[in-house]
């Protein structure tokens, strides 16, 4: 498992501008005791992105929804990989379940936005999870597979260890209606996944982290962080009032941190 707790939020289209640095200013303080043991990131809009990076700098981890393609193009209302260079940007929120099943996006294009933004040299946040139906049908793990297998397909073992996380978030657990999955599914389909980097990666797949999110909150992060194969979280909801989510962060950081010595 990794040495350092990954953990953020994606406040999706929900903080302005304003909102936002007032958000990141805070949490900057909140966390500046243990940053040192944390992965921290925050994923706001578009419009929220430079001002972000000017109030906490590299501190912590910020980055983008989405990304383009391609550098530049006849592409009306995307966003380049050079836009986000220019402001500091270097993080890169790639397939959320919304950008896939809200605005139709294919693992083929998922697949040419991670190539891209390697070549750009970001880290990418690369998003998969499986539909109730396929949940249903017993097709969690292949549904996930075909997923990583796409879209993270495309880069090498290096590379892979160097810009890849994935977010597994079941599409089920996800969004005001969405069922937080158990404890112990979530540490099966984590199983499942790192298996799968394994195989594409050869021993570098190892290192890539992988998160949970999925309706995590203050009662069930604790008991989702202690299973086997859970590398972070990646919170929605629950992470927009910093105070809220610094109390999460350190319910769970020392939980973390206890597993991470056992498996020494």
């Given at each position: 498992?990794?040495?350092?707790?990954?953990?953020?939020?994606?406040?999706?289209?929900?903080?302005?501008g304003t909102e936002a640095e007032t958000y990141i200013r805070k949490m900057?303080?909140?966390?500046?005791?243990?940053?040192?043991?944390?992965?921290?990131?925050?994923?706001?809009?578009?419009?929220?992105?430079?001002?972000?990076?000017?109030?906490?700098?590299?501190?912590?981890?910020?980055?983008?929804?989405?990304?383009?393609?391609?550098?530049?193009?006849?592409?009306?209302?995307?966003?380049?990989?050079?836009?986000?260079?220019?402001?500091?940007?270097?993080?890169?929120?790639?397939?959320?379940?919304?950008?896939?099943?809200?605005?139709?996006?294919?693992?083929?294009?998922?697949?040419?936005?991670?190539?891209?933004?390697?070549d750009h040299g970001f880290t990418v946040l690369l998003c998969v999870g499986?539909?109730?139906?396929?949940?249903?049908?017993?097709?969690?793990?292949?549904?996930?597979?075909?997923?990583?297998?796409?879209?993270?397909?495309?880069?090498?073992?290096?590379?892979?260890?160097?810009?890849?996380?994935?977010?597994?978030?079941?599409?089920?657990?996800?969004?005001?209606?969405?069922?937080?999955?158990?404890?112990?599914?979530?540490?099966?389909?984590?199983?499942?996944?790192?298996?799968?980097?394994?195989?594409?990666?050869?021993?570098?797949?190892?290192?890539?982290?992988?998160?949970?999110?999925?309706?995590?909150?203050?009662?069930?992060?604790?008991?989702?962080?202690?299973?086997?194969?859970?590398?972070?979280?990646?919170?929605?909801?629950?992470?927009?009032?910093?105070?809220?989510?610094?109390?999460?962060?350190?319910?769970?950081?020392?939980?973390?941190?206890?597993?991470?010595?056992?498996?020494?």
């Amino acid at each position: 498992m990794t040495g350092k707790l990954y953990i953020g939020t994606n406040t999706k289209m929900f903080q302005t501008g304003t909102e936002a640095e007032t958000y990141i200013r805070k949490m900057d303080d909140l966390i500046d005791d243990i940053r040192d043991r944390l992965e921290f990131f925050f994923i706001p809009s578009f419009t929220s992105l430079e001002r972000s990076v000017r109030a906490v700098g590299d501190r912590i981890r910020i980055g983008a929804q989405n990304m383009a393609w391609e550098d530049r193009g006849q592409f009306t209302g995307e966003v380049s990989p050079l836009m986000l260079e220019e402001i500091g940007v270097r993080f890169v929120l790639i397939g959320h379940s919304e950008r896939r099943h809200v605005f139709g996006e294919t693992d083929g294009m998922e697949a040419a936005k991670v190539r891209l933004a390697a070549d750009h040299g970001f880290t990418v946040l690369l998003c998969v999870g499986e539909t109730a139906e396929q949940k249903d049908a017993g097709r969690s793990i292949q549904a996930v597979r075909e997923q990583l297998e796409k879209a993270a397909g495309v880069l090498g073992p290096e590379e892979a260890r160097e810009r890849l996380w994935i977010g597994y978030e079941p599409v089920w657990a996800i969004g005001t209606s969405g069922v937080p999955a158990s404890a112990s599914y979530a540490e099966d389909m984590h199983g499942a996944i790192k298996g799968v980097l394994r195989q594409m990666f050869d021993g570098d797949g190892a290192e890539i982290p992988v998160l949970y999110g999925g309706s995590v909150n203050a009662s069930n992060a604790p008991e989702i962080i202690a299973r086997d194969g859970i590398d972070g979280l990646f919170i929605g909801r629950s992470a927009w009032d910093p105070d809220r989510f610094n109390g999460i962060i350190r319910s769970v950081l020392p939980v973390f941190e206890s597993r991470a010595s056992k498996q020494l």
